[in-house]
Structures are given as C-alpha cells and as structure tokens.
C-alpha cells in the first residue's frame, strides 16, 4: 500500500519540478506545522465561534505573509503583483505539499483563487498595483457578493441594483451565501446596472470595501455547526465609479472568469478539508482492519476514485496550459468529488465504529471524518450545483440540446415584470 499516499512522483516530473519540489519541501520542513500538532489549523472540526475564525483568519495571514515572503505566494502571478511568474503546475506542487501539514491560506481562497486571476485579466493597471499586492502579502481578505435569493443557479437573474449619481454608485439589494463576508475587507459585487437589455448584458461588476457604511452581514448558521457564510445586506451603498472591474454593463464576462476560476478551485482542491488518503489508512491500520478483506476493498476503490480525479485534474492542467476554459472537465470533477467526498467519509466513519458519533477533538483525527461527511454539501452546491454541472456536461460533451431558457433574450425589466 506505499503507493496510496502519491501525488505526482518524482519518477513522473521533469527535472525542473523534481528540484522544485524538493526545494517546496525544504522550506515547508522548516516552516509549516506538521498535522495533529496543537496548533494544526484544521484541529477541532465542528468547534466553531467567531473568535475562532477570526483566529483562523489571523493564522492564513501569517502562514499567507511567510509564504510571500520566501516567494511561494500566488506564484502563478506576473512579479509586478506580487507572484512569480511560474506556471500552474508549480502551483500545484506547492499546494500538494502544503496539504501534507496543518498549515493553510483558506482565508484568502475567494481573493487569490479567483478574484486575483478576475483582476489580472480585466483590471486596469492602477487597479492591479493597488489590490493585487496587498492580497499576495495577506493583508487583505476577499468575499463574493455574486448570488441572491433569487439567483443562484440562474445566476444572471439577479437584482441587487446600482445607479449612477455623479462619481458614485448608490447599490442597494441583498447578497446571500456569502462565504466570510462578515469578516472580508473587501468584496466582488455583482449589480444590474441596465435593466432594459437581457438579463447577461446589463450587469456591472464591482469592487466594494466591505467596511462601507450601508453593508450589513447576517452570518447563517449551517450543518456543520460553523457560520461561515451570510446574507449580505446592501443599502444606499456608495461605490465609487473607479471601483467598476470591466467595463459597464460587461460584468457578465467578467464574472465567467471568477465563476470558472471557482470551479477550478473546488476541482484542484479536491473539494477542501476532511482527511486525505494517508489519513484513511492511518485509521484503517489504528482499527486494525488492514487484513480485513471488505476493508481492503473498499478502500481499494478510494484510492481509484482518489487517482481517477487525480488524472482529471491532470487533463483540466492541460486543458489551460492549451488556453481553453476547462468547463466540462471541472463539471465532471467537481460531481467526481462531490461522490468521493461522501462515499470517502462514509468509510472512515465506519471504520471509526462508535467513535464516529463523537466530534471536534473528542473525535478520532481531529473530527475531520465527521467534517467531511457533514461539508460534503458545500462542495456539491457552492460554485454550482450538481444539476447544473449535469447540464453543462448534457450539452457541451454530450451535445444534447439546451436547457430551455425562455428570458434570454427578453429585456430584464420585462422578466422581473417592472415593465
Ligand atoms: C458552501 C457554499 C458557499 C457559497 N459561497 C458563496 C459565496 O461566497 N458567494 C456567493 O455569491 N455565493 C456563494 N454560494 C452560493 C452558490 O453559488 C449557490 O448556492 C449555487 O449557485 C446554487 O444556487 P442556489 O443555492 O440559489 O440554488 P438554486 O439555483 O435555487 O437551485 C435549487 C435547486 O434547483 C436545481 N436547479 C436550478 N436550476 C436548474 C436547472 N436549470 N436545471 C436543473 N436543476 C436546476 C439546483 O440544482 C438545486 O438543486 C455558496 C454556496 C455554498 C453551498
């Protein structure tokens, strides 16, 4: 079973990765918190309060602030910025040996993983040194204003308004499911702008400063026990008119290479927390069960499962080094992990026998079993839901025919019936 715990070996790399590897694990050998120490950031799943994800905040910035400072931040970006000027797949290979210690910058997801990347391609020059910067260093922590009560899915349906008075935007409507909006510097907001066009051509996208008076955040509470995300309240907020990112009414473009990014964040990130691998099998040998045969099968599968989405996001790598959107490879994956999450903690629990009922730290390995079982849902529905990753693969690998879309082409004040 040695071979369980690879990622991408070294026997796999050229030699340029295999020294960058090695100099990966170098520095996190001599900086990182190794998993299960006291102060392992994911110890304690299911203990959650607000002084503690402030406190986990706090700890993404300082692990975010060193990894700037020994050049292992954003390192996909351009040097002005704050990266590197590497490539992707170095990106992985830091990720991948991050994730072997309890160290993370899940705070900065939403800036770095797909508000940086949105900036980098639509951002004015200004607006690049004065946000991209601060993001890299850690300083600065982003939310997504994008969905709404009555647009998730149909994303393009949304409400929230923005009207022009002089040099500022005056927004008011309200946001839902905004992940750590309540303790975010800054926000990516969505707001329609024309409502006399359909509904994809009259949105504007915005960079809003979430201390902005107007802006009120109501955290819900979810399965898990954490309130991670809220409902966002917008009134009379002022945005100042340099704060679009694009162009007027172009928000829709905009927002498809946040909205892409995310997709590609939950597929390279094999959905976020829970245990790994190595974890299952520490529990398998913990209980054991490594002679047991039903055990052995079943984990069997996981491992294929695991190296199944591991060549997945191999081909999506590739899919964008070839400078196409992976958009039907990151629907596949992201069902792939949303089944591999589920089916993954199942076994562990069982494995885990009475001890599964228990939580957080009374838990067996730190509660992260009981974790992924309960956040397993986060995965299947942040960034779009399982159905609609359906559709896409429906139409675009399948060719069937197109969901119906009825208000495409009708302009918006008509289909919101404001007409
Ligand atoms: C953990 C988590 C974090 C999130 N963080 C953020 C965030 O930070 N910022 C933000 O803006 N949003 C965030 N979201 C919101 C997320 O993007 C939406 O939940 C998602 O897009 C689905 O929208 P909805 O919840 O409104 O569901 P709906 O769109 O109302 O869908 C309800 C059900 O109907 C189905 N359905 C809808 N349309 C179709 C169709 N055409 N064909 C087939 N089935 C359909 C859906 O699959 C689903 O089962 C987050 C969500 C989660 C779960």
Redesign the pocket.
């Known amino acids: 079973m040695t071979r369980t715990t690879r990622t991408e070996t070294e026997s796999e790399e050229e030699s340029e990765f295999v020294e960058f590897r090695a100099r990966a694990r170098e520095f996190l050998a001599a900086h990182a918190i190794p998993k299960g120490h006291p102060d392992d950031f994911s110890q304690g799943y299911g203990a959650h309060t607000l002084e503690g994800e402030r406190h986990y905040q706090e700890r993404c910035a300082w692990w975010q602030g060193l990894l700037f400072e020994h050049g292992w931040a954003c390192l996909t970006w351009p040097k002005e910025y704050g990266g590197q000027g590497l490539t992707s797949k170095h990106a992985r290979i830091i990720a991948q040996e991050q994730g072997r210690y309890g160290v993370s910058n899940g705070a900065f997801s939403?800036g770095i993983g797909m508000f940086g990347p949105t900036m980098l391609m639509h951002g004015t020059e200004e607006q690049k040194r004065r946000y991209l910067l601060p993001l890299a260093r850690g300083e600065e922590v982003w939310?997504?204003?994008?969905?709404e009560p009555g647009?998730?899915?149909?994303?393009a349906g949304l409400r929230t308004r923005a009207d022009l008075d002089g040099d500022l935007y005056l927004v008011n409507g309200q946001?839902?499911?905004?992940?750590?909006?309540h303790l975010a510097d800054w926000g990516i907001l969505l707001a329609r702008t024309d409502w006399d066009v359909p509904k994809h051509k009259g949105i504007t996208y915005f960079v809003v400063d979430m201390h902005s008076p107007g802006i009120e955040c109501r955290p819900i509470k979810q399965i898990t026990g954490s309130a991670?995300?809220n409902e966002t309240f917008l009134t009379d907020v002022h945005i100042p008119r340099e704060n679009v990112l694009g162009a007027v009414n172009d928000g829709w473009r905009v927002a498809n290479t946040t909205l892409s990014n995310e997709r590609t964040l939950i597929g390279g990130s094999g959905g976020g927390g829970g245990g790994g691998m190595r974890d299952l099998l520490a529990l398998v040998r913990e209980r054991g069960l490594a002679g047991d045969p039903v055990v052995r099968q079943r984990v069997a599968k996981t491992y294929m499962r695991q190296e199944i989405l591991r060549f997945l996001g191999l081909k999506m790598q590739a899919t964008m080094r070839a400078g196409r959107a992976p958009a039907a490879e990151a629907s596949i994956m992201k069902i792939l992990i949303g089944d591999h999450l589920h089916e993954t903690a199942d076994l562990a629990l069982a494995l885990e026998g009475p001890a599964a009922s228990l939580s957080s730290t009374d838990a067996p390995q730190g509660g992260a079993w009981q974790h992924q079982l309960l956040n397993q849902?986060?995965t299947k529905?942040?960034?779009?839901?399982?159905?609609?990753q359906r559709?896409v693969i429906g139409e675009r690998v399948l060719g069937l025919p197109s969901?119906i879309r009825v208000d495409k082409d009708r302009p918006f004040r008509e289909v919101a019936g404001l007409a």
Do not use: M, P, R, Y
Request: proline residues 0%; charged residues 10%; aromatic residues 16%.
């Open positions: 939403v939310c997504q204003l994008f969905s647009a998730g899915s149909d994303l946001k839902v499911w905004n992940s750590g909006a991670h995300f849902f986060s529905f942040g960034g779009g839901t399982e159905q609609i559709n969901d």
